[in-house]
């Protein structure tokens, strides 16, 4: 079993697997060894998509395969866990799609399979391997920004409500893995408000503050009922600010050379002494545009041959979990704050 | 004291002063009878501007004028409700800057004065005089949305931050107001979270929350903090949903004939038995483009005519008063709810 | 040879082969029967993309194949007529690649052999197979615009230069089609301006004006050369106005409810007395979004088949190649007006 | 008559005379003395707009005020000429409103009595004087640009068609008086297409062409009978290019680091040996807001007191003239291009 071109096998062949499988399929460096589901229709589907790969009805037939390097998980998060486990007792490495687990608990213990048995544990954030975002984290990592004051997400569309998780799991995730990815420190407590509008189903409008130690502060808006589909982010600095709109082909990313200067005389009686500097310019930088989930994919192979260590790996994921558990929670008593410090 | 062309004083000439003696001095039916304002130099501008109108640099001046029929509070918030219980006192009608007080306990004195004293109190919340913002209001009320969602606002820019006042009172004031004008029912709790990033200075980022007793849910997002100017207000519906964007020239209000509906068969597992119609058309409705400051002025003229009843009158102007008391309360427990019914 | 479910062949797997054969491959009323192409790097690229259909490195061998009912000519504009007219000679339809030749005197040719032979001759104008355009032919034809005024188009990028065509060739020739689908009446002469930035390279801009027998005109501006990419085009109606942008994802038809009238009182000295009727609401209708292709692969088919008649056939192609010829020759002349009525 | 703070008299209170008098009432350098309309209704307007100016309702009067140094010239275009002369002859500065005279030849005698009277003729070409077009002027005159390929301008919206003169004369007007501004070269030959809606009535449409020595080259489309209203610019240039949207509150200038490269290596058989360079950042300079008509205000006074030189002087007001009115030739001939050098 040489990892130098790891054995992937995709297991799951519904909405993400096809892109999974799409991209180990395109990169030199790995093979795309298998496809796994347990529906025949969607291996029919898989068999169109890649004649000539092994089709695999039975997880455990893949778990059993020695040749096998590494599973890639793309199977509703209820399940995310168990296979998870299954497969590092088996010895194999994961790309678990996002969220780890549906709570805490299942979480942990997968992150703890994987230190135990020395296998990479990668977690499909997807957004922290697009070419804007890590652009964005080049410029907050550089000082260019200065001190950080807020981070600002609305992630709407109209989207298909889901059975079982709310849109806090379904959204919400995306905006937690940039937060965990650009900002360095640790949110202390969350605070949650939401609908539902439909009879015994999860919640489908929410809104999610993160509370820092400094001033720092963090809002993600989600909604699974907007009649247009937005994906804008405002972020705020003390020197520069960022407006990223992943829904703009050519400018995502504008740069503005605005913020507030502490001025010593006040304009007038009822305004505080600080003044607005606007007089800068804007900036739309470019940033490399591969297809994130490529990079991502090379990354995978790079920590299974052990180049490179996993960007979102399992404890990033982890705190991901522990903040949307918390987000539930606080969901649950209109907004109650919810401390994400100490033992649990 | 004749009120069939009544005399106006504008009392405050800073600036939203300005504003209001313009459009009292352009409508015919009131008369610009004076401008009061204990700064000289205010009174020199107000001279240039208004060539002809009396100025008065003592308030009590004013008061003791008996051709004087209605005053026009412009002045900083703090001021507003002892200006105003004396304006009664001396009989005469009051047209108030929003918001009514900084609380909800002098908020309560005027409109209990006004009321005892038979005066006319309307609050400055300009908004509620809007031709889109009226348009928006007709749709509602003729059912076209449906059932109501939520009402989703962000009203972010780089503005000056306030000395005494957080950004709540400062921009979600409008929010509010455009909330209890447009929807019937009262809000039950809130729940609010920001931050401030100057040392001693108010919140400059805050989120605010409304829950009612059914599904709906309003959330408002003000900042002063933002590198751009956004005014987008998202309100969801059973049958419509509208996007309402105050900066659009021509494309203020788009209304879209989408949303949810039940279905038999589950499109798959893990979703829900909904499905989204996106078929229908978008239609941008025109509107009534008279600059609302105007149609404030005169519809004041008709409510001390008899004619008309305050739009936004004492108990609106309360209820909003109410809220940032709530809001502000939950904004220092981290976004604890407050509950705005029972007695108080 | 049947051709209820007809054996379709693509020759040319470079830039638009590839999504020819996949549309044909995927609509099931066609059978993707073959790829041609004479560069083996091609072949092998058509062989990834299409496992298990044949491949040719012949066009001969193509044409001889009985069991071929029709090919899809996918080649350079030089080869368009020579391809074609062997084509027909073997007894294929044929659908080719806009333009049907790069002169009208082999355009002509292809035309005059495709009816000799009675085989079908579809070129492939795929816009006029898109739903938002045959949405505005809908309203257009309805006369919901009422007389129309002008047609005017913007069509520029930062585009691949061509060796041996205008740009005129390469993105006028779209909107030619799109007017020939739209518009009744035929143009009477056009006037062409351009330019060439590079030694001995084509014009890269070009403005194109058509002239009709009435007050309507039509201009299209190319341009290889600009920062942005535009797709923009105004259609001015007696009644109502109509802006499509192609590349806005939803809002691409918009429907002004605006126009000019005849007034009998002039507004000024100045003023011709006319009026703008401004009132009017703004209107995005829905519409098809099936992928052009694909409409056109099973237009195809049904012509075939005898059920249905060329949307964009031989005529409409030549009269498209005979405007280009002509508006050169404008080119070449500064903008000089060529006829393009007449014997030819 | 000292000309250290100018008397200024606008003549002409209709639309345009307002702003004029309204800008030199606020510059200090200059002295508003009076007003002057052949209509009652004018003066009395005039009159409240500006207590205690001086009125005039004769011109004659005007010119014989010995305290007068300048006049303003607003009225309709077929008059500038002869009130122009009639100014200079009483030995007065004038600024007159665009564009100079509705012909060449009354141009040319104002340019020239001017010149021989020694007074500052300056024509009231506004755009040259916007921060915005100063600033990209600024870019192109230091050869950040690199060499121009083309200036193409869309000049579009629903407005009042004019009696007599087409939208050449009331829109075009401003592009040629940008391109001056802009462009060192002079252009030597015109091709200009277009058409007429309503019966007797001037072009309401109409697309211009200015050819150059080299390959630049410039095309502005105007249009009285557009939905939406378009101010947009692409100026392209071998190393950066540049688009300016004068609608745009914010992003009025987008400066692209892209062009064109000539490569070694052709793409392709069909293809130039040409590359772009599209991985250059967009860059939105700042620039002065001050308005355009108080910086043309302010440089009046400053040719008046000898310190500047007309920025849009006789000279190019003169070119401007000749431009379009072999514009206005090559419309009635349908695009067939006429000459601008030579003697004329």
């Given at each position: ?42 291996l ?17 037939e ?40 549906g709570n ?24 922290c391997?697009?070419g ?27 989207g ?15 905006d ?63 020197k ?6 992943d ?8 740069v ?10 006040p ?7 600080l ?43 982890l705190?991901?979990?522990?903040i ?21």
């Amino acid at each position: 079993m040489g990892s130098d071109v790891p054995n992937i096998v995709v297991v799951g062949f519904g909405y993400w697997g096809p892109n999974m499988a799409r991209n180990f399929a395109h990169i030199g460096s790995a093979n795309l060894a298998g496809i796994c589901d347990g529906n025949p229709l969607m291996l029919e589907k898989a068999k169109i998509a890649h004649p000539g790969v092994k089709l695999y009805d039975s997880y455990d037939e893949v778990l059993r395969d020695d040749s096998v390097d590494a599973v890639v998980i793309a199977t509703p998060v209820s399940t995310h866990a168990p296979l998870a486990l299954k497969a590092l007792e088996a010895d194999k490495h994961i790309l678990v799609e996002k969220p780890l687990a549906g709570n805490y608990h299942d979480a942990l213990s997968v992150v703890e399979a994987a230190e135990k048995n020395g296998k990479v544990l990668l977690v499909d954030h997807t957004f922290c391997y697009q070419g804007a975002i890590r652009k964005i984290k080049e410029l907050i990592d550089s000082h260019q920004l200065g001190d950080l004051y807020y981070f600002d997400s609305v992630r709407v569309n109209l989207g298909l409500i889901q059975r079982d998780v709310s849109v806090l799991w379904d959204l919400a995730v995306h905006d937690l893995s940039i937060i965990g990815y650009w900002i360095k420190e640790e949110p202390v407590a969350v605070s949650c408000t939401g609908s539902s509008h439909f009879e015994g189903k999860p919640e489908d409008v929410a809104y999610l503050t993160l509370f820092y130690s400094g001033g720092f502060i963090a809002h993600v808006h989600v909604n699974w009922l907007s009649p247009v589909k937005l994906r804008t982010t405002l972020l705020g600095g003390e020197k520069k600010m960022i407006v990223f709109d992943d829904l703009d082909p050519v400018e995502k990313i504008k740069v503005y050379d605005r913020g507030v200067v502490v001025e010593d005389n006040p304009v007038g009686d009822n305004l505080a002494p600080l003044a607005y500097r606007r007089t800068g310019d804007i900036w739309m930088p470019q940033f490399d545009m591969t297809e994130a989930i490529k990079v991502e994919a090379e990354h995978f192979v790079n920590c299974i041959r052990g180049k490179e260590s996993p960007i979102t790996g399992g404890k990033d994921a982890l705190r991901i979990v522990k903040i949307l558990e918390a987000a539930e929670k606080s969901l649950r008593l209109k907004g109650e704050p919810v401390n994400l410090e100490g033992d649990r």
